[in-house]
């Protein structure tokens, strides 16, 4: 069973920067090359937003919001996928999910990222 644990997060001013790392577990019974990513969801914000996405062939996705801050990356082996956030804005603020994608999704616990302005 895969597990997923995110680390990372913490308070930052704006304009800083944090990396995000999701580590993953169990996966060596998985066939198949996953995709993995992070959403975010907000104080006030009712669903999660994706922010950013990699894919079996190493294709990314990043939200319009994120672009150009943001970067998201992964090791060889799929085991681990990092976020990192540059110039943070307090709209960024949010608890971070990671997520696991094959025939399944799992999910992280979720890291808080709070910017102050």
């Known amino acids: 069973q895969v597990q997923l644990v995110e680390s990372g997060g913490g308070l930052v001013q704006s304009g800083g920067s944090l990396k995000l790392t999701c580590a993953a577990s169990?996966?060596?019974?998985?066939?198949?090359?996953?995709?993995m990513g992070w959403y975010r969801q907000g104080p006030s914000d009712t669903q999660r937003e994706m922010v950013a996405?990699?894919?079996?062939?190493?294709?990314?996705y990043y939200a319009d919001s994120v672009k150009g801050r943001f970067t998201i990356a992964r090791e060889v082996g799929w085991k681990t996928v990092t976020l990192q956030m540059n110039d943070l804005k307090p709209e960024d603020t949010a608890m971070y999910f990671c997520?696991?994608?094959?025939?399944?999704?799992?999910w992280g616990q979720g890291t808080q990222v709070t910017v102050s302005s």
């Open positions: 996405s990699i894919g079996s062939t190493d294709n990314t």
């Open positions: 169990g996966t060596g019974s998985t066939f198949g090359t996953p995709a």
């Open positions: 997520y696991y994608s094959l025939g399944r999704v799992t």
